[in-house]
């Protein structure tokens, strides 16, 4: 399978940017944008380093992403990070690369 290569349009102070973002940033922001106001959670959306991905999201890409805490239960309580996507992001594939689908790769 190719990797996921997406076009991103969105603004950084005032100016409107493009961006050519690639593998798991790609697909982590597809799901920040497919989840809309709702969020994404590691629990939700199961991926190894969510974290890390919003990191390089928020600081090498800029991005706008909210990140709230929630309590869950169950045998390991605890707290999980629910990042919701605030900039608005314009996305389109990259000739070649993996299929994106409704706003997911495919």
């Keep these: 399978m190719k990797r996921l290569e997406i076009i991103a349009s969105f603004n950084v102070d005032g100016n409107?940017?493009?961006?050519?973002?690639?593998?798991?940033?790609a697909w982590a922001l597809l799901e920040l944008k497919k989840a809309g106001k709702r969020g994404c959670t590691p629990i939700d959306n199961p991926a190894p380093r969510w974290?890390?991905?919003?990191?390089?999201l928020r600081h090498e890409y800029r991005l706008d992403i909210k990140?709230?805490?929630e309590?869950?239960?169950?045998?390991?309580?605890?707290?999980?990070?629910?990042y919701v996507l605030q900039?608005?992001?314009d996305l389109e594939p990259v000739e070649?690369?993996?299929e994106v689908?409704?706003?997911?790769?495919?």
């Design 51 to 56: 974290s890390a991905y919003i990191h390089h």
């Design 71 to 82: 309590a869950h239960e169950g045998l390991f309580p605890g707290m999980h990070a629910r």
């Design 16 to 25: 409107r940017v493009t961006r050519e973002i690639t593998g798991r940033y």
């Design 67 to 69: 990140t709230i805490w």
């Design 96 to 98: 070649g690369s993996a």
């Design 87 to 89: 900039s608005k992001v």
């Design 101 to 106: 689908a409704n706003g997911k790769a495919a």
